[in-house]
């Protein structure tokens, strides 16, 4: 889904103006987050956005897109910043938010209500890692899980790769790269806590990672 930013059409520099009825629902929106709290916290994964962290996401993401950049400079990176040691990333609404507008503003296009309904009504937050073993299927039957305080949330849905890429100091060790890939209910972990987040390997092992949701952006 990735996509390496070449060139930015012209109607990416124009400004996200939403449309009669995206308006309305933004309105909404800001009224149900009013009612229910007056504080709309900086930090910490808001899984009830308002209206105008809504719309910073989508201004966001096409002012990206008119300075060249990927879409997945949005993606909140865990782990350690080398080529074999693992890593990974998650998407809140609001950074989905941004990658979806600078994916359209590169295609000359602006998210509509539907699309932005979309991402605000998911009931899962993705997970991807990046994990190094010793043999090309070592990730096969891999497990992701998170901890808060004792508490384990366990995923949704789990995905792997069967078989893994070689990775840059192949033949040395660590050989081969695979990814896991998990989703989360929000319904089932705290945004704002400190979590570990650990994945298990098929063949043994496991990678883990510590990462304070309530420093995310």
């Given at each position: 889904?990735?996509?390496?930013?070449?060139?930015?059409?012209?109607?990416?520099?124009?400004?996200?103006?939403?449309?009669?009825?995206?308006?309305?629902?933004?309105?909404?929106?800001?009224?149900?987050?009013?009612?229910?709290?007056?504080?709309?916290?900086?930090?910490?994964?808001?899984?009830?956005?308002?209206?105008?962290?809504?719309?910073?996401?989508?201004?966001?993401?096409?002012?990206?897109?008119?300075?060249?950049?990927?879409?997945?400079?949005?993606?909140?990176?865990?782990?350690?910043?080398?080529?074999?040691?693992?890593?990974?990333?998650?998407?809140?609404?609001?950074?989905?938010?941004?990658?979806?507008?600078?994916?359209?503003?590169?295609?000359?296009?602006?998210?509509?209500?539907?699309?932005?309904?979309?991402?605000?009504?998911?009931?899962?937050?993705?997970?991807?890692?990046?994990?190094?073993?010793?043999?090309?299927?070592?990730?096969?039957?891999?497990y992701m899980v998170l901890n808060q305080g004792g508490k384990t949330i366990k995923?949704?849905?789990?995905?792997?790769?069967?078989?893994?890429?070689?990775?840059?100091?192949w033949p040395e060790s660590p050989r081969f790269k695979a990814k896991v890939i998990?989703?989360?209910?929000?319904?089932?972990?705290?945004?704002?806590?400190?979590?570990?987040?650990?994945?298990?390997?098929?063949?043994?092992?496991?990678?883990?990672?510590?990462?304070?949701?309530?420093?995310?952006?």
């Amino acid at each position: 889904m990735l996509m390496r930013v070449a060139q930015v059409h012209r109607h990416a520099a124009q400004r996200f103006q939403p449309t009669g009825r995206l308006k309305r629902m933004l309105l909404c929106v800001c009224v149900v987050a009013l009612s229910g709290r007056l504080h709309v916290p900086a930090y910490a994964i808001d899984v009830h956005p308002t209206a105008q962290q809504i719309q910073t996401a989508l201004d966001q993401g096409i002012e990206a897109a008119r300075k060249g950049m990927s879409p997945d400079s949005f993606y909140v990176r865990f782990g350690v910043a080398d080529e074999v040691q693992s890593k990974g990333f998650l998407i809140t609404k609001t950074g989905a938010l941004s990658v979806m507008a600078t994916h359209m503003a590169l295609r000359g296009l602006q998210p509509s209500e539907a699309d932005v309904t979309q991402v605000l009504e998911g009931k899962t937050m993705l997970i991807s890692t990046v994990i190094f073993g010793n043999r090309p299927d070592f990730a096969v039957d891999s497990y992701m899980v998170l901890n808060q305080g004792g508490k384990t949330i366990k995923p949704v849905m789990v995905r792997f790769d069967a078989r893994a890429d070689r990775s840059v100091v192949w033949p040395e060790s660590p050989r081969f790269k695979a990814k896991v890939i998990a989703s989360f209910n929000y319904a089932d972990f705290d945004p704002k806590a400190k979590t570990a987040i650990t994945v298990y390997q098929g063949t043994g092992g496991e990678s883990s990672f510590t990462i304070d949701f309530s420093e995310i952006r």
